[in-house]
C-alpha cells in the first residue's frame, strides 16, 4: 500500500513560534487532509486539499497541496497552548476511493507558555 | 447534537473473550468506517460500509467483523480478544459526496 512520511514525529515550541510540518507519499494523491487531535478525542479535519499547488488558510493555519501531488505542508503562525495535539496528515490516492485514505504517523506538537 | 458516538470508552478484555464496540451517527451519512490507532502506525482502516447492508474490509481487517443493518449504526465485533488488538479504536462517517470526515472520541481497548 501506499506509504506516507510525515515528519517531524514531534516538537517542542515556544509560544508565539510558527510550526511547519510535511507529508510525503510514495503515490500520488488527489486529496490531501489535515487533521487534529486533542488528547482523548477523535481527529477532526483541520484542512482539506483538492488540486496540485493549493494554498488553503484556516485561521494561522495554511496548507498547501505539492505540486509533484506527492507532498503537503502544514503551517501554523503565532502558536497559542490549545495547539497543543498530534496533527495528521492524510491522502487519497488517484486511484480508489475513500477507503484507500492513507494516514500519517501524526506530528505531537507541545507548546510552552 | 452528538454527530458520532462510540461506546463504551474504555474496555478490558481477557484473551478469548468476545465483545461488540458500538457505533452510531446521527447526521445520516452513508459512509462509516472503523480505525486502529497503535504507536507509530497512524490510522488504519478495518472494515467500512458504504450504506446499509453493505460492509467492506479495510487493511486490517483480520479478528474483526462488522455488520450495517441500519445508516445510524456500525458495530464493530471482536469475536476473540487476542493481545494484538489492543488498540484505540476510533468509528467514522462521512457523506459520500463529502471529504470530510466525523470521527468518534475512541474507545480504548486492552486485551489481557
Known amino acids: 500500500g501506499q506509504q506516507l512520511n510525515q515528519s517531524p514525529q514531534s516538537m517542542f515550541i515556544q509560544e508565539g513560534e510558527d510550526v511547519s510540518m510535511n507529508c510525503t507519499s510514495s503515490?500520488?494523491?488527489?486529496?490531501w487532509l489535515w487533521y487534529k487531535q486533542d488528547p482523548g478525542e477523535g481527529p477532526v479535519l483541520l484542512i482539506a486539499?483538492?488540486?496540485?499547488?493549493e494554498l488553503t488558510s484556516n485561521g494561522r493555519l495554511t496548507a498547501q497541496f505539492g505540486i509533484t501531488r506527492k507532498d503537503s505542508f502544514l503551517n501554523i503562525s503565532a502558536s497559542i497552548p490549545s495547539d497543543v495535539g498530534i496533527y495528521f496528515c492524510?491522502?487519497?490516492?488517484?486511484?480508489?476511493?475513500?477507503?484507500?485514505?492513507?494516514f500519517g504517523i501524526g506530528t505531537k506538537l507541545q507548546v510552552i507558555p | 447534537n452528538a454527530g458520532v458516538t462510540q461506546t463504551p470508552k474504555f474496555q478490558v478484555l481477557k484473551t478469548g473473550q468476545s465483545m461488540t464496540l458500538q457505533c452510531a451517527q446521527d447526521?445520516?451519512?452513508?459512509?462509516m468506517s472503523w480505525y486502529r490507532q497503535d504507536p507509530g502506525m497512524g490510522l488504519r482502516l478495518i472494515h467500512y460500509?458504504?450504506?446499509?447492508?453493505?460492509?467492506d474490509q479495510g487493511e486490517v481487517p483480520n479478528g474483526y467483523n462488522v455488520s450495517r443493518s441500519t445508516t445510524e449504526d456500525f458495530p464493530l465485533r471482536l469475536l476473540s480478544a487476542a493481545p494484538s488488538q489492543t488498540s484505540v479504536y476510533f468509528c467514522?462517517?462521512?457523506?459520500?459526496?463529502?471529504?470530510?470526515?466525523?470521527f468518534g472520541q475512541g474507545t480504548r481497548l486492552t486485551v489481557v
Open positions: 467514522a462517517s462521512r457523506p459520500l459526496d463529502g471529504s470530510e470526515a466525523f
Open positions: 503515490s500520488i494523491f488527489n486529496t
Open positions: 486539499l483538492y488540486k496540485a499547488g
Open positions: 492524510a491522502g487519497q490516492p488517484v486511484s480508489g476511493g475513500y477507503q484507500k485514505v492513507t
Open positions: 447526521m445520516n451519512h452513508e459512509y
Open positions: 460500509s458504504v450504506g446499509a447492508g453493505i460492509t
